[in-house]
């Protein structure tokens, strides 16, 4: 298979843009991703994103934003797996350019999520879970996820508090990042008094949502060598795609994310390393506990053990396995179309060197997991470091 590089990249802060079209926030990304690249012309686009249908009422993305950034007549679609669209659409990007049907394309996730009233957005959002058997029976996204949380506390004798290192870690990274939503740190004492959302989850184990849009260029390599630009190429040496019953009371377990460890020993075995290669992981940590349950399926932790990686600093950026570096999606946000592009635009600094305050010691391995709904659609990207 011929090599995929990220020849750009392009984001937007992830906030409240209630004065920017969900099209002017993608082609701020795409845009952008294509300066850096050094590219006026593309063989596709690629939209990630959830949402736009009930709360923008706008479909067909893939045309509108095509032919927003100056790119009309070209392939373009939009590609939905709930809160893992953006790794999605890479995904396709991905392909397009591996199987040599494209040479260089743009990969955009973008939402919207702030401008309906907040009831409106709670239920789109439950269009990730199981329809008949979740949603209609007035469980919540959260709800679904404190439901985990509990059966995690109770089987593995851990409490609440014992959690608080995921978001102390993330708000601590945001701190430093230009386009989190949250720029200010806490302490465990703050996440354990925070108030209940969905018992026991607190809000401080949640992450926010947000508007917002990030995007890469992907290109051949022979295309990169044309290109000549200023900015290393990353590789992504691995791509791959798993899933898992949409409603949590099907799965054959619980508290084991079936899904995210498929997806993740495919990309193991495609970039040809082991867990204990890499060196960062942005993980989707949408709330305290899938962090837990993702380190575990990963195989960064034995089952039971995921929070323990939380309270022994290990997740820290001077820790074994630095995640969530620019502050993932508790302290960035959760513009949820949009969040497996931010995440691979992190890593892409990171490899880069661009990370400024946060900024990794050479850095070679970064790993990328965005999951769709409870589990159900796990991406999994693994990239290189410029050689």
Known sequence: ??????????????????????????????????????????????????????????????????????????????????????AAALRVGYAMIVSGLAEIVGVVGVEKMTEPRGRETTAALAMAADGDYEADHGVTFVALNALLMNRYMMEHEVSHADFAGFAVVAHANGVNNPNAMFRRPITAEQFVR????????????????????????????????????SRPPVRIAASAFSTDALAIHDRSDLLFLEAAARSSQKAYEQAGIRPDDLDLFELHDAFSIMAALSLEACGFAPRGGGVRLAQDGAIALDGRLPISTMGGLKARGHPVGATGLYQVVEIVQQLRGDAGHNQLPNPFWGMAQNIGGSGASVITHILQAPE
């Open 194 to 229: 925070s108030g209940v959302v969905a018992s026991p989850i607190g809000l401080l184990d949640a992450s926010p949502i947000g508007d917002g849009a990030a995007a890469v260029i992907l290109a051949s390599r022979d295309v990169v060598r044309a290109l000549g630009g």
């Open 1 to 86: 298979m011929r090599d995929v590089l990220i020849a750009g990249i392009g984001q937007v802060p992830v906030g409240e843009h209630w004065e920017t079209s969900l099209r002017h926030l993608g082609a701020k990304a795409i845009l952008g991703a294509m300066e850096d690249a050094g590219v006026d012309r593309l063989d596709g686009l690629y939209v990630g994103n959830m949402l736009s249908g009930p709360l923008s009422q706008q479909e067909h993305l893939g045309a509108l934003l095509a032919d927003f950034v100056g790119q009309r007549g070209i392939e373009a679609l939009k590609v939905e797996a709930a809160c893992g669209s953006g």
